[in-house]
């Protein structure tokens, strides 16, 4: 049958998470660029998630979604432990070298299926439900970008930038 629908499936993991070129800048580690140290951790007025927050979830995500659909299930929210990590006094190189080992071993499990046969295939969910590989692969794409834009809007509002490009340079 071929790979032609992995192979693009790839591009686009790739192209959500750190994207080529001059326009990538709605992926997520473009978004990570422009953090400053003081940004991870700081709440907006009522808000709940740090950039901090925001990016240990995505990864963590990255290494549960691969451990359910590709590997033995062993990683699990309800057991401390099990998911690889990143902690709270880390800094911005080392969450990138974290995100970016969650996102290698998800990219090497999906150049693995070898046949486009293998995106219908049934696999678990973290939850425990069964999807169509494609869904599970398309799922942490959107999130991937999902979170860029949160981590985008956080990021413009500590640093007071919140405002459209032609609106800066007025």
Same mark, same amino acid.
């Given at each position: 049958?071929?790979? /032609?629908?992995?192979?693009?499936?790839?591009y686009?993991? !790739?192209?959500?998470?750190?994207?080529? %070129?001059?326009?990538?800048?709605?992926?997520?580690?473009?978004?990570?660029?422009?953090?400053?140290?003081?940004?991870?951790?700081?709440?907006?007025?009522?808000?709940?998630? =740090? +950039?901090? !927050?925001?990016?240990?979830?995505? %990864?963590e995500?990255?290494?549960?979604?691969?451990?359910?659909?590709?590997?033995?299930?062993?990683?699990?929210?309800d057991?401390?432990?099990?998911?690889?990590?990143?902690?709270?006094?880390?800094?911005?190189?080392? +969450? &990138? /070298?974290?995100?970016?080992? %969650?996102?290698?071993a998800? &990219?090497?499990?999906?150049?693995?299926?070898?046949?486009?046969?293998?995106?219908?295939?049934?696999?678990?969910?973290?939850? %425990?439900?069964? #999807?169509?590989?494609?869904?599970? &692969?398309?799922?942490? &794409?959107?999130? !991937?970008? #999902?979170?860029?834009?949160? +981590?985008?809007?956080?990021? =413009?509002?500590?640093?007071?930038?919140?405002?459209?490009?032609?609106?800066?340079?007025?």
């Amino acid at each position: 049958m071929g790979d /032609v629908a992995i192979q693009q499936l790839l591009y686009l993991m !790739d192209e959500a998470f750190k994207a080529h %070129g001059e326009h990538g800048e709605h992926t997520l580690l473009n978004n990570l660029r422009s953090v400053q140290d003081n940004d991870w951790h700081w709440l907006p007025p009522n808000g709940g998630r =740090s +950039i901090f !927050d925001i990016v240990q979830h995505v %990864g963590e995500c990255k290494y549960v979604y691969d451990s359910h659909a590709f590997g033995d299930g062993s990683m699990r929210w309800d057991r401390p432990g099990t998911i690889p990590s990143i902690d709270s006094a880390a800094k911005a190189p080392d +969450i &990138i /070298v974290w995100l970016r080992e %969650g996102q290698r071993a998800l &990219i090497e499990n999906v150049q693995a299926l070898g046949d486009d046969e293998e995106l219908l295939k049934l696999r678990k969910a973290n939850w %425990g439900e069964e #999807y169509e590989t494609r869904w599970l &692969i398309n799922t942490m &794409i959107q999130h !991937d970008l #999902y979170h860029a834009g949160e +981590i985008n809007h956080l990021r =413009s509002l500590k640093q007071e930038t919140d405002k459209w490009a032609w609106q800066l340079e007025q």
